[in-house]
């Protein structure tokens, strides 16, 4: 198990965030680097975007 906690632990999004992640998605960040700036875990930012319809580049 990872000892990382996550202090927003199921937050609700709210609006200034979505824009900020269909912004950073479109310009073609990772998941990795999108999560580290909404200071959100990687699987919120995922289920996000497919909520969203958005598509999170991926890391190659």
Known sequence: MSAK?????RQPWRPDEVQKLHTLAKKGMA??????ALTRSEESVKERAK????????LR
């Open 51 to 58: 909520q969203d319809g958005l598509a999170i580049a991926k």
């Open 5 to 9: 906690t996550f202090e927003r632990h």
């Open 31 to 36: 998941l990795k680097a999108i999560a580290k």
